[in-house]
T-cell receptor, first 115, second 114 residues
Framework: AQKVTQTQTSISVVEKTTVTMDCVYE???????LFWYKQTASGEIVFLIR??????ENATVGHYSLNFQKPKSSIGLIITATQIEDSAVYFC????????????FGTGTKLQVVP | EAAVTQSPRNKVAVTGGKVTLSCNQT?????MYWYRQDTGHGLRLIHY???????EKGDIPDGYKASRPSQENFSLILELATPSQTSVYFC?????????????FGPGTRLTVL
């Protein structure tokens, strides 16, 4: 069965620095999709970035990038040049490719960016 | 612009009462989902649907029913609400097939069962 684990409950970083949030997953499927979502203080949840398991190149969108380490079943989210507005809860999720219809979410990491 | 809306946004119910949470999407997505969010648990899947007329159980379906009468609408029903169902509920929609599988979330419904 698929499982997604985020062990970092909360992180605090200084503005304009780089932060990495960890996520490890378990699956028996050879094909799968990994996602990161952001939940703002207002409760809104938005999709940020995605990595397909068959792609070797790490995905990048704006100042978000991924560190995909397939042998370690790990998908880290990297935020460079952090801004105060990046303060939020970040969720990692996985969808299995061969049999999956839904995404399984991790418990989230709360990021606080301070001046 | 694609959107997922939920109603009501806040609800206070009494134990044993019936509660219906509604979700509407204009994304024309086949798949829709209901999650609940509780501290320390993240987002947990309650029910989901492949399309009009279908409902499937997620990870925590006990005490909940779902209804998908049309492509656009997906409801979550608590026939006999209990205090343990106090939570924030999110609806989401997503595509079937293609190269894009991300989900689009509604704003959430805060349910308090007294």
């Amino acid at each position: 069965a698929q499982k997604v684990t985020q062990t970092q409950t909360s992180i605090s970083v200084v503005e304009k620095t780089t932060v990495t949030m960890d996520c490890v997953y378990e699956t028996r499927d050879s094909s799968y999709f990994l996602f990161w979502y952001k939940q703002t203080a207002s409760g809104e949840i938005v999709f940020l970035i995605r990595q397909d398991s068959y792609k070797k190149e790490n995905a990048t969108v704006g100042h978000y990038s991924l560190n995909f380490q397939k042998p370690k079943s790990s998908i880290g989210l990297i935020i460079t040049a952090t801004q105060i507005e990046d303060s939020a809860v970040y969720f990692c999720a996985m969808r299995e490719g061969n049999s999956g219809t839904y995404q399984r979410f991790g418990t989230g990491t709360k990021l606080q960016v301070v001046p | 612009e694609a959107a997922v809306t939920q109603s009501p946004r806040n609800k206070v119910a009494v134990t044993g009462g019936k509660v219906t949470l509604s979700c509407n999407q204009t994304n024309n997505h086949n798949n829709m989902y209901w999650y609940r969010q509780d501290t320390g648990h993240g987002l947990r899947l309650i029910h989901y649907s492949y399309g009009a007329g279908s409902t499937e159980k997620g990870d925590i379906p006990d005490g909940y029913k779902a209804s998908r009468p049309s492509q656009e609408n997906f409801s979550l029903i608590l026939e006999l609400a209990t205090p343990s169902q106090t939570s924030v509920y999110f609806c989401a929609s997503g595509r079937t097939g293609g190269s894009s599988y991300e989900q689009y979330f509604g704003p959430g419904t805060r349910l308090t069962v007294l």
